[in-house]
């Protein structure tokens, strides 16, 4: 009687010996008689062999397991494919690193002088100013007018309240969710006639055309800065050579300043001010209304983080439910824009 590989004497099942064959368990010359290698032949190429998954139909022609096309490569011509003739394994699609994140930091441990220190100084002071219902008095007209509004509208005014800007009227209204902001719309006949969307993408696009590119628009970006900064500190707008022109720049102008110094700093504090800094950081030339205003992908949001949304702001000054910061790292930096005056705060 012969030994097998499946037992201590030759294996009675021909499906188990052809199967422990094709694995490598047994020697393809091991002998077997001939009625055994028919009903083998005959079962092996009516089943798929099952090895940790499904691989194909067995073909009849001596030569053992073979896989079709398909599922050599897995599904699609994007699989992973099998290198030819060269013995190796499957080539894989090298990994993408993971998007740096900001790491916690504990309060205490923000420097006062860095750009997130004077932020959450400049929220803490607001803060106060609308808890105490008191106004200050800043050194920016239109901040103080902004204040007013503000005033006006955590008093209950939610209706026909209007500001009237450097660059033309807005009306503040209420937003059918939780938001505590007003609201900021304009109407078209106070623009001769032309309307601009709400979101910072399409304001800047309305006071800096997309078409201009280069050193022509950083040089259009430095003189709107120059003229929105202006127009902040006196409450009005330049009365020669204005280089924002009426109708929709003025539409775009108008809402860019009642939405950042109005309804933002309901929802964050202190965010006038930070606008204020994004604001000389164009007119220097060190940033850009795109970088400032608009930003790019998830993992990088404008540098004025209330044109992401509040939780952002909030997140970086841990402030809100955030009990730590998760500051940018320009926020651990003193940023030469910001202004050292309390009266500057928004």
């Not at 998007?99 to 400049?122: H, L, M, N, Q, V």
């Not at 965010?271 to 007119?283: C, N, Q, T, V, Y």
Request: charged share 30%; with cysteine; net charge positive.
């Amino acid at each position: 009687m012969r030994v097998g590989p499946c037992g201590s004497r030759m294996c009675a099942n021909p499906v188990l010996a052809r199967r422990e064959e094709l694995a490598g368990l047994r020697s393809p010359g091991t002998p077997v008689d001939s009625g055994q290698r028919v009903a083998e032949r005959a079962l092996v190429e009516r089943a798929p062999y099952q090895s940790g998954g499904s691989m194909g139909r067995v073909k009849g022609n001596g030569r053992g397991n073979q896989l079709s096309p398909m599922k050599q490569g897995g599904r699609g011509s994007g699989s992973t494919s099998t290198k030819k003739a060269t013995g190796g394994g499957p080539q894989l699609s090298p990994m993408k690193p993971a998007p740096k994140r900001a790491t916690a930091t504990k309060i205490a441990d923000i420097p006062a002088e860095s750009t997130g220190g004077r932020y959450r100084s400049a929220f803490a002071r607001d803060d106060k100013r609308a808890s105490s219902g008191k106004l200050g008095k800043s050194t920016h007209k239109f901040e103080n007018t902004a204040r007013e509004a503000r005033k006006q509208w955590r008093g209950g005014a939610t209706t026909g309240v209007s500001v009237t800007t450097p660059f033309g009227p807005v009306n503040l209204s209420k937003f059918p969710t939780k938001d505590p902001a007003p609201k900021i719309t304009t109407v078209k006949k106070d623009y001769s006639n032309a309307s601009v969307g709400h979101k910072y993408s399409e304001i800047t696009d309305a006071l800096i055309s997309p078409r201009l590119t280069g050193s022509k628009r950083k040089e259009r970006e430095q003189e709107v800065a120059t003229e929105l900064l202006s127009s902040i500190e006196t409450g009005q707008r330049p009365k020669k050579n204005p280089r924002i022109a009426s109708g929709e720049e003025s539409n775009a102008a108008a809402k860019l300043l009642a939405i950042s110094h109005v309804s933002e700093p309901e929802r964050v504090r202190g965010s006038s001010k930070d606008m204020r800094a994004k604001l000389r950081g164009i007119k220097k030339g060190t940033t850009s209304f795109n970088d400032a205003f608009v930003g790019g992908d998830k993992d990088t949001p404008p540098e004025f983080l209330m044109a992401r949304n509040p939780a952002t702001a909030r997140r970086a000054l841990g402030k809100g439910s955030y009990k730590n910061a998760f500051p940018p790292n320009s926020f651990r930096k003193k940023d030469p824009d910001y202004s050292d005056s309390s009266d500057d705060d928004g």
